[in-house]
């Protein structure tokens, strides 16, 4: 009897044992980041000419959440130094050693080519060499080249993250048109305010860790400049589907308020209470709000331009 009682109690210490290391293994795939490679892919595919099946769709769909995520796992096993010592990531499972860096490599790779292998066979392998493009691209470029070299690692890494709208579209399509690229260029412009709005008030973490973030090479006040400068390019580049005629004026009335939001926020940023240096005097308030802003810019307008086209679809718009 006191046996059962022993194994009894042990039971639920198991089970939550278990359970918290299918999060560690979870965490490894980035899930935040992943959410939002994902809705990116889905609309991409979803304002794409021509038809895909619905279940071939949700397959597509769980390769580019794959994908991301393998691609975000060997990120994680190749900067488990730097996480180590950045506030933010040190309790990540492999610095915190609750996953062993090898199996965590070996995770990552084989996703990645489970990823790309199920893309080829439930769409077109255009869309599978899309989407490898895509991991080899935020592994190898990102990851392993830029991110410890230049402060533009975020400028050039973020093409990693700007593929998803057109791994969609290709997955539907079989081939690339100009809304894709749009997209592809919108994502693109948006990274790097997004980021260094992030690495403003994350200062010390990269600069512990030595990672060459623009505020920590070029400083704060140059920072703000430069997110500005960005934001001043993707506002009119997100107008561009209304433009050239590829969305309606639903998602051009999007497209101009949150574009207007945006540099609201990037005025906010660039006037913020500050030293000679550019460092905030009041805690980069304006940058956490710019930051979170920058997410919500991002969904709303993709969000925009998948409600535009549902309504043109069904002639309610023209």
Not at 123 to 150: D, E, P, Q
């Amino acid at each position: 009897m006191s046996d059962l009682i022993d194994r009894g109690a042990t039971a639920p210490l198991a089970i939550s044992a278990d359970w918290s290391e299918l999060r560690d293994w979870f965490a490894l795939l980035k899930p935040r980041v992943m959410t939002l490679v994902v809705f990116t892919g889905l609309v991409g595919m979803l304002v794409a000419p021509g038809h895909i099946h619905p279940v071939l769709g949700a397959a597509a769909i769980f390769c580019i959440a794959l994908g991301a995520g393998a691609a975000g796992c060997i990120n994680m096993w190749y900067d488990r130094d730097i996480d180590a010592v950045m506030r933010r990531t040190a309790r990540r499972p492999i610095p915190a050693g609750r996953i062993a860096p090898e199996a965590a490599l070996s995770f990552g790779v084989i996703l990645s080519g489970l990823s790309v292998m199920l893309m080829g066979l439930a769409t077109n392998w255009a869309a599978g060499a899309w989407l490898a493009g895509s991991i080899l691209f935020y592994v190898f470029i990102y990851t392993m080249w830029l991110k410890r070299r230049t402060p533009q690692n975020i400028v050039i890494g973020g093409a990693a993250g700007a593929f998803p709208p057109i791994i969609g579209w290709v997955a539907v399509t079989g081939s690339v048109d100009v809304l894709p690229l749009i997209l592809f260029a919108i994502v693109f412009a948006w990274t790097p305010p997004h980021f260094w709005s992030l690495s403003l008030w994350a200062h010390d973490d990269y600069q512990r860790a030595g990672v060459p973030m623009l505020p920590v090479v070029s400083g704060a006040k140059e920072t703000r400049r430069q997110i500005m400068l960005y934001t001043l390019v993707l506002a009119p580049l997100g107008l561009l589907p209304t433009l050239l005629g590829l969305a309606g004026w639903v998602y051009g009335a999007f497209a101009i308020s949150l574009g207007a939001g945006f540099l609201f926020h990037a005025l906010r940023v660039l006037a913020e209470p500050q030293d000679r240096k550019g460092v905030s005097l009041i805690g980069d308030v304006a940058a956490r709000n710019a930051f979170r802003f920058s997410l919500l810019h991002l969904a709303g307008l993709f969000s925009a331009l998948a409600i535009d086209h549902w309504l043109s679809a069904l002639g309610i718009i023209s």
